[in-house]
């Protein structure tokens, strides 16, 4: 069974950080792609960053570029978002998904949550200003 939890999240001042983790199970990580996303009542979900984690490249909402930083570890079979400079528009629940991919193109399509077959249940960040 193909599991994703996330973890990690927490209540953070403004200009600190956090490191998420998404844990996988059931499944090994080469040949995914996994993106965070996060949301928050009344908006959509919004793509955050994204990994394919066979080549190891990234991609970046404009808005979090230069503070978060997406890593794999195959050891942990566990994918990590580290954000730092946090700004009380962080504020969201943070949830990490996953999909297969031989050849995933361009990263920026998986920004979109459609692109996705497995999520995990979610995380809450704060920010406090």
């Known amino acids: 069974e193909v599991q994703l939890v996330e973890s990690g999240g927490g209540l953070v001042q403004a200009g600190g950080s956090l490191r998420l983790s998404c844990a996988a199970s059931?499944?090994?990580?080469?040949?995914?792609?996994i993106g965070w996303f996060r949301q928050v009542p009344g908006k959509e979900r919004e793509g955050v960053s994204c990994?394919?984690?066979?080549?190891?490249?990234?991609f970046y909402a404009d808005s979090v570029k230069g503070r978060f930083t997406i890593a794999s570890d195959y050891a942990e079979n566990t994918v990590f978002l580290q954000m730092n400079s946090l700004k009380p528009e962080d504020k969201a629940v943070y949830s990490c998904a996953a999909i297969e991919v031989a050849v995933p193109g361009s990263l920026s399509a998986f920004l979109l949550e459609d692109e996705y077959e497995y999520w995990g249940q979610g995380t809450q960040v704060t920010v406090s200003s």
């Open positions: 059931g499944f090994t990580l080469e040949d995914y792609v």
């Open positions: 990994i394919y984690t066979t080549e190891d490249t990234t």
